[in-house]
């Protein structure tokens, strides 16, 4: 850390503001934000959605969309603005001097160009001088691949990014962006779109990465814990402004700004695990069973169990969790339970009645005591409807009650999940993310259903957001005594709203039982692995003290 | 890869049988047989004529025997016999046919090179005006009536200013202009298409990564999205053959040149059943057979084509 003191300062930034569109409608994204980096210093830009971090880190590498304008300030790099450079000269510093980790691998590589060739076209891009010749070129690329710790690198050369898995394309991001060592790295959300364990050893090469060569690094998260793993230092945003920006063990010690003593509540919160176990209810009828569950696709060589032989059971009242990984069969598991997948064995029953053969009449039944809430609630509304005819379909689709009756219920329900009443003629487009989740739960609950399948619900919402939705799912389960089965990948949240909790791997069930049992002494080695490569080590040190 | 193309023929070789079936029962349902037909036409035809005639041209023949007679003929590249000259009907289109081909493969490749212009000028423009104006070109180019603008470059070029002439003389302008007349048409959709096509990938993440690379905007455009947008342009292109052939018989209706034009008029006309037939058959074929260089080119344009397309299994578990 003495070495970063000392060090010179690369970046600084002072006084810029930037707005969105013009006129009424225009926003401002970022006002007057000043920060600066030394060489080699690792800063972690936290905040929300809308907070402005991304419209930063853009700023900074000059990918600002068309609709953004710099109002003022300055951007130096080593004591050159870049704001006073054209387009053509800032061409010659991306990349080279300034570089840039994506959020999504999955959509960053060109999925019609091949691994090598994307590599090499750093070099092609900056030749520096002198031309490379095929078998230099080739060299670099195998030497990169390498230094990301990719296996068979002679044999990625050819393979196409459709071949490789998510954590494998972001090492290649990652070797894209040292490839020319640059002085500074933009981080853009790195790893949030990947698997917990795989996001952990994608973090450590990057980090290793960036200290040993000394490149100073801006790692734009929403996850707090990622960013006291990671960075030196913590710049907390909220609405286009800075709110806090202090090293990372002052920042966790003693936060001064109410908004970031907020995150920090949030992000060491502990589990209902740890205080109760339930209410006690184990002679009563499950709200959910299954047995043996089952999924195939394919057929001879080529098939493969999606999930394998799965058990368990939710008790009426509580909450069950399944986490898992992608591909792990947590999602199939749920669309079977839903009856809207066809198991190729076992048994679902809910509420003591075997529903897994039900078909017609009989699934429309089900769907009355059984509702779904999907993971993205931007795209499960159907933007077009008011919020009022999107809890009230449910309703018509069952021909329940005349249409002052259902105007009723609608009223009704937006109170149960805390939206003011007058929303209820708002498009869901005028909604933010964690108002529509509310209408989400509102309209699954519209028909009375006493259990809710939530597939990654809170997934695509910010921490604060998330907050106030497991709030309402609890209140709403201690009222109208709900079973939930909570489907996720985020241990924290799990963890938090959880009575019991299944662990799922490669399609099976590798651990069951309560929520303190399985985060305080996992039976498992999955399990072990999946708590150790949870990210916020200095968070938990901090909370357990 | 090789499972792929198998498919692929076998498909087109379907399409094309179930399209001479089609033709053939289509014939079937006129009100007579094609000689009569053809010698309705001629008040005084005796009876006896039509029988010889029948019987020469084999549609005396039980229709089984017709089908399949015919559909052997198509094997050895025998169309039947044109009734109007007595010609084989693949000798009457053959003498043609290049001209046409000609024709239509220029206008084809003028409006792939015309359709990439204008995509690669409107994306790479740095003024929004001009981006504007050349994005609605292509609606323009659509709207305009291939005669309409036919007659319109006629009238200027061989009446007001003289030159070019009135009929085809070999000369370039007598090959070109027909040509540009045919590309501006064609080159609509495929533009319009490739525009839009061109606009979803630039909303992908890969080209935020590909300008912190440092690339500069005709580098991604040429390198990269390109290739990225061209699948759905060359499927419209493949279906642009159609309006292909139509518009050349247009053309070639105005500027007077001899072609496939030329003869589907006469026969329809004339009422040659058989020569209609056989020119259906070979629109259906020339159809068939571009969309399969389309499908076979999609594998190189994107690897993903056959991973996803000769298996069976789903392409992704949602987890």
Redo the contacts between chains.
Sequence with gaps: MSTIDSAPTLLDIRGLSIQYGTGDESVIAADHLDIALKTGEIVALVGESGSGKSTLAKAIIGLLPESAKVLGGTIDLAGDNLLNHSAKELEAIRGRRIGMVPQDPGASLDPVKTVGSQVSEVFRLHPQGRKRTKAELRREVLRLLELVGIDRPEQRLGQYPHELSGGLKQRVLIAIAFALEPELLIADEPTSALDVTVQQTVLEVFTKLARELGTAVIFVTHDLAVATDIADRIVVMQHGRIREDRPVREILHAPEDAYTQMLLTEATATGKGAQTTGPEGAIEMPAIEVRGLTKIYGNGKAERAAVDNVSFAVRPGTTFSLVGESGSGKSTTARMIMRLLEPSAGTVKIHGQDVTHVRGAGKRDLWRSLQLVYQNPDSALDPRYSVSRIISEPLENYKVGSRNERKIRVAELLDAVNLPSRMASLGAKELSGGQRQRVAIARALALGAKTLVLDEALSALDVLTQAQILALLEDLQVNQGLSYLFISHDLHVVERISHDVGVMRQGTLVEVGPASQVFGNPSSEYTKLLLDSNPGQLLREMANR | MAAYIARRIGQALLVIWLAYTLVFLAVQLLPNDPVTIFLSADAAANPETIAAMKAQYGYDQPLLIQYFSQLAGLFRGDFGYSLASGQPVAERIGAVAGSTLVLASSAFVTAVVFAVLLVASATLARRTWLKRLIINLPPLFAAVPVFWLGLVLLQLLSIQLGVMSLFPDGSFASIAVPVLVLAVHVSAPIAQVLLKSVDNVYA???V?????????PS?IFFR?TL??AAAPAMTISGITVGTLLAGSVITETVFARSGLGQVVLQSVTAQDVALVQGLVLITATAFVVVNLVVDLLYPL????IL?SGT????RA???
Aim: overall charge positive.
């Design positions: 992908q993440p890969f935020d990564v590909l300008r912190a690379k440092g690339a500069s580098w990269h290739k990225n344009l994107d690897p993903r991973k298996h069976g299994a789903p578990l949602v987890a």
